[in-house]
């Protein structure tokens, strides 16, 4: 049996040697690889393929181009992807969107299913629910009190839907029965101003675009909305431990690429994305921006996105925000 088992390994060790050459014979290196980025420069989302980009083209042996295509949802830099020759030299650069498009947007032009294929799961940020020093509620539980009292009187700011902002807000008021006023934002970085100046009460934003405000004390962080506390602010319980254990959300982002190309060519770069994730000056980076490395290959990938869609299919079908579209 010992030998049968060592044959076997030693079958799949030269089987797995001639796929990882055929990947690298055809690659083709007459052609950069474009990052299409669903959103605009200066975010997390931009600011992750840029820290990545020169490992990658070092590696790979082609240049590395990052082109921000914010707008529809992210349905722009997926459309691109979706579109693009199957030859792994057109990637996305997404987040919860490719989880929740699907629901959102049912018809933008392309299949998100057929046409994108999971890479690589690159980095996350945990997300914190924030609050003036002023606002009264020092917990979860204080904040559910008040809006149970008086219905609509509690605000939350809100980004465009179907972002972790959003999401995390419809979360707070689903899973803790009650009824939130959303004041909607382009983005946490234009409503954090209204939060500390109290014109809105609650808003969740990531580590990183809240945490230089609650250092200052312009901002009180409520709850980690994660399933472990973050280490930039240990301080903070999470969700679960206030007694709201489904309300939980980071703020993820991962590499698509376009829906047919060959899994040899998503091994290969899922290889060289990963190998990039392990560098320390790039981790190091992305500590400094209150980011974790996580890094998933594309099938647990693809199983992970499908629980993200299943989780946010549900709650988007019963948001009364998202059905007012």
Known sequence: MQRFRASLMLMAGLIAIPLAASAEQNWSTAKPIKVEVISAAGGLTDIVPRLLSNSLSESTGVPVVIEDRPGAGGNIAAGIVAKADPDGHTLLMTG????????????????????????????????????????????????????????????????????????????????????????????????????????????????????????????????????????????????????????????????????????????????????????????????RQGVEVLHMGPQELGTFLQSEASRFGTLLKNSKVAASR
């Not at 690589?120 to 009264?136: D, R, T």
């Not at 609509?152 to 972790?164: E, N, Q, R």
């Not at 234009?190 to 230089?212: F, K, N």
């Open 96 to 287: 919860s969107n490719q989880a929740v498009n699907p629901t959102l947007l049912p018809d933008p032009g392309f299949d998100y299913e057929r046409d994108l294929k999971p890479l690589s799961m690159a980095v996350v940020a945990k997300m914190l629910l924030v609050a003036a020093p002023s606002f009264p509620a020092k917990n979860i539980a204080d904040v559910i009190r008040m809006a149970k009292e008086r219905p609509k009187s509690v605000s939350i700011a809100i980004s465009p839907i179907g972002t972790p902002n959003h999401l995390g807000a419809e979360m707070l008021a689903q899973y803790g029965g009650v009824d939130l006023t959303f004041v909607p934002y382009g983005g946490i970085a234009q409503a954090v101003p209204d939060v500390i100046a109290g014109r809105v009460d609650l808003a969740i934003g990531a580590v990183p675009s809240v945490l230089p405000q609650i250092t200052a004390g312009k901002l009180k962080a409520l709850a980690t909305v994660s399933g472990q506390r973050s280490p930039l602010a240990p301080g903070v319980p999470t969700s679960g431990e206030a007694g709201l254990p489904n309300f939980l959300i980071d703020a993820w982002i991962c590499f698509m690429v376009t829906g047919g190309t060959p899994d040899a060519t998503v091994n290969y770069l899922d290889k060289h994305i990963a190998k990039a994730l392990t560098l320390s000056d790039v981790k190091q980076a992305f500590a």
